[in-house]
T-cell receptor
Framework: KNQVEQSPQSLIILEGKNCTLQCNYTVSPFSNLRWYKQDTGRGPVSLTI?????NTKSNGRYTATLDADTKQSSLHITASQLSDSASYIC???????????FGAGTRLTVKP | DGGITQSPKYLFRKEGQNVTLSCEQNLNHDAMYWYRQDPGQGLRLIYYSQIVNDFQKGDIAEGYSVSREKKESFPLTVTSAQKNPTAFYLCASSRDNKNIQYFGAGTRLSVL
């Protein structure tokens, strides 16, 4: 069983709408949680990184939340744009990059 | 992808053949990583290197080999021992093993 579970697997929304992606993890010890955006056929690009003491962090229209007690994180996208169509990957780290555990990603499609 | 270059973008391997994927970075990063991405799964770590002339096995190193003779280069060889090599391969680098990673655009490897 993967230590990082993301839901939904895929999501289709209309341009301009908001959406929320979920990430549940069992990774321990925990140091930080990262959200990446991966366009098709490209490498992932970092959106946010959150440590144990941070509950929320924003990057433009992207807002990530973290509940370290329940081991859950969410990524909220506001006023979606066509360019938001991509896979969003949740990554949990125990402190070193070689300890990172990657979720399978949520495939988001934004339609006009 | 800025600063980290993978080549080729597409690669085909014949039965019993070794192939080498290139990864070059000009970010002056000490740490470099190779990941394999399969559909419906999270990225899995193949090998990583924290410094020149040193590298460590990741979670799925069998059938792969690497070298780190120069700081900017971390080539990955997929050997004939890797029986299921078809995947998307991603290279990443970071300032050290705790800092944020930057990914290349990936190489898609297929078997003829």
């Amino acid at each position: 069983k993967n230590q990082v579970e993301q839901s939904p697997q895929s999501l289709i929304i209309l341009e301009g709408k908001n959406c929320t992606l979920q990430c549940n993890y069992t990774v321990s010890p925990f140091s930080n949680l990262r959200w990446y955006k991966q366009d098709t056929g490209r490498g992932p690009v970092s959106l946010t990184i959150m440590t144990f003491s941070e509950n929320t962090k924003s990057n433009g229209r992207y807002t990530a939340t973290l509940d370290a007690d329940t081991k859950q994180s969410s990524l909220h996208i506001t006023a979606s744009q066509l360019s938001d169509s991509a896979s969003y990957i949740c990554v949990v780290s125990g402190g070193n990059n070689n300890d990172m555990r990657f979720g399978a990603g949520t495939r988001l499609t934004v339609k006009p | 992808d800025g600063g980290i270059t993978q080549s080729p973008k597409y690669l085909f391997r014949k039965e019993g053949q070794n192939v080498t994927l290139s990864c070059e970075q000009n970010l002056n990063h000490d740490a470099m990583y190779w990941y394999r991405q399969d559909p419906g799964q999270g990225l899995r770590l193949i090998y990583y290197s924290q410094i020149v002339n040193d590298f460590q096995k990741g979670d799925i190193a069998e059938g792969y080999s690497v070298s780190r003779e120069k700081k900017e280069s971390f080539p990955l060889t997929v050997t004939s021992a890797q029986k299921n090599p078809t995947a998307f391969y991603l290279c990443a680098s970071s300032r050290d093993n705790k800092n944020i990673q930057y990914f290349g655009a990936g190489t898609r490897l297929s078997v003829l």
